[in-house]
């Protein structure tokens, strides 16, 4: 068994991105700039915005954090999403999800300037990812297409079962694994709560992919000798032996699954780092001019 290690490819990847922003500057060019809009206080979302603030830091990217109460109204956040619409100097922006039950997230996303858009979930981007031309990916299936790209790991003519039909990840990553492009090829059975002998189909899977958000999930005896599996859950159980008494796991049991694979990703070190490190990589793009020109 392989580990794939997303912490070590965030690196990587972050340090040639920063390679390109001093190329940028010193031939006076623009400072990648982005925005992120951040409401309320949800405790997660507040820790996957710090960490895309810090990362922007990082790799020499001016960001800009817009913080504000959940009390919002929602004309006032849509008027924020115009202001970062208009602004030159912002490259590209995100509205973290989820929103205040009190803001439609559709209008938000349909709000968004699809050539700002580097969480590439406006319809814009969604449609032209899934017909093959060039879009802003979102972040975790494009993370997990470096991955697989990164390790030599083949997909073309396999059998990938995709757990879980999610916007953000489960549908676009069984759109990507599929299409004709490298990596891709790959047959792709996408699972959701209304698929009958869901266990049967694991089985089948030379690539698992799980975004349920259902901690250990798959076991042993639904994952084929040989495997690829990749884990986008990120869980937080009980646990009374670790030091805070709990600890973070993914959908998979890794520990019940590890030998029977070929590569797996960790819960934590694997797809999450690679998430904010794709979002860097769009902002880039934009910045650039590579998607919309
Ligand atoms: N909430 C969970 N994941 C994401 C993401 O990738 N982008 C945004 N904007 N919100 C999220």
């Known amino acids: 068994m392989e580990l794939i290690d997303g912490k ?33 206080e949800d405790p997660a979302s507040q820790v996957y915005v710090r ?3 810090k990362a922007c830091d990082l790799v020499g990217f001016k960001s800009t954090l817009i913080k504000k109460d ?3 109204s929602e004309a006032e956040l849509l008027q924020i999403v115009e202001d970062l619409n208009n602004d030159p100097d912002i490259d590209g922006f995100i509205v973290q999800l989820p929103l205040p039950k009190h803001i439609d997230e559709i209008k938000v996303t349909l709000a968004i300037d699809p050539k700002k858009d580097v969480d590439g979930f406006h319809p814009m981007n969604v449609g032209r990812m ?9 972040a975790t299936p494009f993370g997990i297409m470096q991955m697989l790209d990164k390790y030599h790991i083949n997909v073309a003519g396999k059998e990938c079962v995709v757990l879980g039909r999610s916007n953000i990840v489960g549908t676009p990553i069984s759109l990507l694994l599929s299409r004709k492009a490298n990596p891709g090829n790959a047959t792709v059975i996408l699972c959701h709560s209304m698929t009958q002998n869901i266990k049967d189909l694991c089985r089948r899977a ?9 901690p250990l999930f798959v076991t042993a005896d639904m994952v084929k000798e040989g495997a690829v599996i990749i884990d986008v859950g990120m869980n937080r159980i009980d646990d009374p032996s670790a030091p805070k008494g709990t600890r973070l796991v993914g959908d998979v049991d890794f520990d019940a699954v590890a030998d029977k694979c070929s590569f797996i990703t960790p819960v934590p070190g694997g ?13 880039l793009k934009a910045n650039q001019k590579e998607i919309y020109g």
């Open 271 to 283: 797809v999450g780092p690679m998430t904010i490190t794709s979002l860097l990589m769009n902002t």
């Open 70 to 72: 959940a009390s919002i």
């Open 130 to 138: 899934t017909i093959g031309l060039p879009a802003y990916l979102p």
């Open 206 to 214: 030379d690539v698992l992919v799980v975004a349920m958000g259902k």
């Open 8 to 40: 070590w490819l965030s690196k990587e990847i972050k340090k040639e991105i920063a390679a390109q922003v001093d190329q940028i500057i010193a031939g006076g060019g623009k400072q990648p700039h982005l925005a992120a809009v951040l409401i309320g």
């Open 51 to 53: 960490n895309k603030v």
